[in-house]
């Protein structure tokens, strides 16, 4: 099924390679204009306007709650019943130390708030804590993509392998414009990969 984009793109391998380039693009300006040191680490607020950010140029839906049931195999994300009442748990949840950062990530994970782009979105606001609360960001390069989806797959049963893998990644380079656009590079690896079904409502 392909999305309804402003693109008006009815191909999914076209509608995938300019949602790339213009996420990417929308990326690099966040980070260039400082409009990321604008917003507040771990609220949903600062994930909903990272989301938008990105990607409304492409979806009417950027920066809106997903309307569909998503599933992923056999895992099947928050229902949308329960989803607002989710993300704002989540946001509450406490992110002063490494342990709880990841905590908090999982869990916004497993809402998967969004329609698409939840992946992308999410690692920027994951590098967004880390930066305030412990002076560090995830350079995305030095993670291994397979292991990283085996660990986010995972990590809704146990988060400790999740834990491990993006520890080796941390670094102190929390300005550094190609750290940031590495991240952004390999997202589309990471989310190539995911198979979702949807329930229309």
């Not at 569909?68 to 748990?89: D, H, Q």
Request: aromatic share 10%; hydrophobic share 35%; glycine share 4%.
């Amino acid at each position: 099924m392909i999305l309804e984009n402003k693109l008006n793109i009815t191909d999914q391998a076209e509608l995938a390679r300019e949602e790339e380039r213009i996420s990417k693009t929308s990326a690099k300006e966040m980070f260039e204009k400082g409009y990321l040191n604008t917003l507040e680490p771990g609220t949903f607020e600062t994930l909903r306007k990272i989301h938008k950010y990105l990607f409304e140029k492409i979806y009417e839906f950027a920066g809106d709650l997903r309307k569909v049931n998503i599933a992923k195999g056999n895992f099947r994300f928050i229902p949308i019943a329960y989803l607002e009442e989710a993300v704002k748990n989540i946001e509450k949840m406490p992110q002063s130390t490494y342990e709880e950062i990841i905590e908090k990530y999982v869990e916004m994970n497993i809402a998967h708030p969004f329609r698409e782009g939840n992946g992308r979105s999410t690692r920027i606001w994951l590098d967004l804590i880390f930066k305030k609360e412990l002076n560090l960001v995830v350079d995305w390069s030095e993670i291994d993509k397979t292991d990283y989806l085996l660990a986010m797959e995972r990590s809704p049963i146990k988060d400790t392998e999740i834990k491990e893998l993006l520890k080796k990644g941390l670094t102190d380079k929390i300005n550094d414009r190609e750290v940031y656009m590495k991240g952004i590079d390999n997202s589309y690896l990471y989310e190539g990969y995911l198979s979702f079904k949807t329930d229309e409502l």
